[in-house]
């Protein structure tokens, strides 16, 4: 790409202004945002839950979500106007020349058509490929993209490759016409970090070895520092301000700006075990072997959580986190060892637990996109468990959603018709939160809860978790690949790789050194907020294994 080619402006946006329909009123939720982006670069947009990064993005290709609509100012890529450009014209060029990485893969593939059939349906409909061109081009993206057995991976369905491989096949879908921009919304969320670091490095050398724009939407900020060019923050659908990264790092200049880069300072004091006559864990699990089908994916794991504490577990995609959490949920029957429950074994499968047993644990989901029903309204969702756990019926239901809803610090007189489409985000897996709390569980069980958060809220929700453990003496079990979570929220961590348990113990000695050498990858991998960190960890990886 030539200096000339550059500077040249590939996306314009002036005074965009979107709305939303909210109880029947027109509700302005972007508002004024102007936006250049020039043809190589690319843009990170940052802020909290609702500040219009992912709406923006979205506008960009002149797309809106059911019930938004672009009620003022222009967008305009490559010299066309595309808020004024026919449907049918917007349909050629999305796909061709502006792709879209969405937040959840696992959601965004249909799980019925293998990758490779997916990646080529794009170019064979756009014309600028053969399917038989179109699928030697995937192997060269998937190889690009340090997909392992990039002839082979493609020929998978979904279901059958990991978090990071999917998002990687994602991106090489997006590439697959070779498109002048890109919108990445928030690609990286759902997966640990050591498959993170693989993602963003193959995300960054593809988008530069072919000349691509791109919007990078995140509410990570250091992980915003190793992609973005240039970083504009957003509030409330406005802008914040906007630099090139090393100074929006080095000096941002808005008080905003800077209680971003301050959050994550949360941390609670840390809990030990009870001893003597107390010392009986809540739950148990030992020497549990599991297996989907014929292939085994936990092997002799054993750990204990006791009351009022808080578990982290550990590790990275496929080392059987949410695997160990399904066999003490009995949503997977473990093919060896036993589930504890105050010190009675519970029946393997949860078909087989009484009413009491299977409400005494409770789970929130990883993606909350796919884990709330779409044609379900959020106060039925928060209220199913309420009334078949607790019996709760009329008002009386009505009221114990109304103080979940609180809790979670959502208006109930907003939030209690709204379906999930309607929600951001982080407004579904706070739904999601406060209907594991409607069953007043013992135990809750959090996969990944705060992985789609931005920092703020994610840091208001550990600190409602913590409340309600002090006040209720719950338990939770805390899936999670972000360590500055482990380190704010955790009393005791369990590290697992490849289905094994490889460490455990207090939070304290866990962060200290002498590690084992999986949990030194896992603390060497957590993004930090310099522009080359990134850079220096791969060269640092290269040097060790050639050396």
Known sequence: MTVEDKNQILLEIKDLRVEASVGGKWKEIVRGVDLNLHRGEIMGLIGESGAGKSTIGLAAMGFTRGGCRICGGSVEFDGMELTTTPESDL??????????????????????????????????????????????????????????????????YPHQVSGGQLQRAMTAMAMACRPDFIIFDEPTTALDVTTQIEVLAAI???????????????????????????????????????????????????????????????????????????????????????????????????????????????????????????????????????????????????????????????????????????????????????????????????NRVDELL????????????RLPSQLSGGEKQRIGIARALAAEPALIICDEITSALDQIIAEGILKLLDKLQRNFNLAYMFITHDLATVRSIADEVVVMKEGSVVEQGPKSEMFTPPHHPYTDLLLSSVPEMDPDWLTSVLKGRVAENTG
């Open 91 to 156: 349909r050629v060029l999305r796909g061709s020349r502006i792709a879209y990485v969405a937040q959840s893969a696992a959601a965004s593939f249909n799980p019925a058509h293998r990758l490779i059939d997916q990646h080529t349906e794009a170019p064979v409909h756009h014309r600028t490929g053969s399917r038989a061109e179109s699928m030697e081009d995937a192997m060269e993206l998937y190889r690009r993209l340090r997909l392992s057995n990039p002839r082979e991976i493609g020929f998978r």
């Open 204 to 398: 960054r050398d593809i988008v530069h070895q072919f000349g691509t724009a791109a919007i990078y939407i995140t509410h990570d900020l250091a992980v915003v520092a190793q992609m973005a060019d240039v970083i504009k923050v957003l509030l409330k659908g406005k802008e914040v301000e906007q630099s090139d990264t090393r100074t929006m790092l080095e000096s941002p200049r808005d008080d905003y700006t800077k209680s971003l880069w301050a959050v994550r300072s949360y941390k609670h004091s840390q809990k030990k075990r009870p001893a003597g006559g107390n010392a009986t864990a809540l739950v148990s699990i030992e020497n549990i072997d599991a297996a989907y089908g014929r292939t085994k994916v936990l092997k002799n794991v054993s750990f204990d959580i006791h009351a009022g504490m808080t578990v982290a577990v550990v590790g990275g995609s496929g080392s059987g986190k949410s695997t160990a959490a399904r066999c003490i949920t009995g949503l997977l029957p473990p093919a060896r060892g036993r589930v504890l429950l105050n010190g009675e074994e519970l029946p393997k499968s949860y078909r087989n637990r009484g009413k009491d047993q299977l409400r005494q644990i409770q789970m929130i989901y990883q993606t909350a996109d796919t884990a709330l029903n779409p044609k379900v309204r959020v106060g039925d969702i928060i209220g199913r468990p309420a009334r078949f756990y607790k019996g709760l019926t009329g008002a009386a239901l009505k």
């Open 406 to 417: 609180h809790l979670l610090e959502l208006d109930p007189a907003q939030f209690y018709s």
